[in-house]
């Protein structure tokens, strides 16, 4: 009989243990809205959340690379945008500047506002990202194109920057070295100059008087090398804007399987809970029952 009782008492008295555990486990999840906090709740759930936290952190990475890619591809839009204009003013100096009524006056009028151009240009050609980082410096920080002692412009920036991974092994350059839009522009004659070379001859052969009217096609060849530039920003950018479509999907779904592992089924919670609270509270009695008995402390 002793053993009985005993044995009785301790079966009770785990029993109540455990209950009041599953008790605060269920008002946990309730309070937390997630059923897995441990390995120990879920083993397997616990490695898909896991796994699911790390293809997250990746894409929210992916997403910022995105962001940034995306700007940049802007501001250099935007930068080659402003270079169009002032090209596009350019050629129409040089179709208005063939005619043989301008006098002397007036080309150097225009030679002065060409003058003007070329130090826009070179300004726009060094503007800076919101890094603080050249557009169209390539792979060097160094302020892409410098003015030298004679006059001329040349270029001091590097090879194409690196490119941004954007997700699932997919990268993309978000900017473009000046050296492949501004320079190596093909003359009429063949041989090869730089977008500011050319407006600058433009300047100095209508301050000395000469014809600039042959000169049109070169700077429609610096006009085309500059919007085919543009085309290609555009194109990148109708590609990130897939990849973030692709990625924010990717999210929605990796949501939807997050909150079916480890989100809580309220009700079916609530129920769970009311019946362990049904038991334990049918175990106390039975344990305080016993523990009244009068022979108990006797029998132990």
Do not use: C, W
């Not at 503007?127 to 050249?134: A, E, I, K, V």
């Amino acid at each position: 009989m002793h053993v009985a009782t005993s044995l009785q008492y301790d079966r009770l008295r785990d029993r109540m243990g455990a209950l009041s555990a599953r008790a605060d486990t269920l008002n946990n999840q309730l309070a937390t809205n997630k059923r897995i906090a441990a390995p120990s709740d879920d083993a397997a759930g616990y490695r898909a959340l896991t796994a699911l936290r790390r293809s997250g952190a990746d894409a929210t990475a992916e997403l910022a690379n995105i962001d940034l890619a995306t700007s940049l591809l802007e501001a250099s839009s935007t930068a080659l945008g402003g270079i169009e204009t002032q090209l596009t003013r350019v050629r129409e100096i040089a179709i208005n500047a063939g005619s043989a009524t301008l006098s002397a006056e007036q080309k150097l009028a225009l030679a002065t506002e060409l003058d003007v151009i070329v130090d826009d240009l070179l300004r726009t050609a060094n503007t800076n990202d919101t890094r603080g980082n050249p557009l169209f410096g390539g792979d060097s920080t160094a302020t892409p194109y410098v003015r030298q002692a004679n006059g001329s412009i040349a270029f001091m920036g590097g090879g194409d920057a690196g490119e941004i991974p954007i997700g699932d092994g997919r990268t993309i350059n978000a900017t473009t070295s000046g050296e492949r839009i501004f320079n190596g522009i093909k003359l009429t004659d063949g041989t090869p100059s730089d977008m500011f070379a050319i407006v600058q001859k433009m300047a100095d052969t209508l301050r000395t008087g000469g014809n600039i009217a042959q000169m049109g096609t070169d700077v429609q060849a610096a006009l085309t090398s500059v919007t085919n530039a543009r085309a290609s920003i555009g194109a990148r950018g109708a590609r990130l804007e897939l990849e973030q479509t692709r990625l924010t999907d990717l999210g929605i779904t990796r949501e939807e399987a997050r909150s079916a592992i480890e989100d809580v089924d309220v009700t079916a919670t609530i129920t769970e809970l009311q019946k362990t609270l049904t038991v334990l509270q049918a175990t106390q009695a039975s344990f305080s029952k016993l523990t009244s008995l009068s022979l108990f402390d006797y029998l132990r």
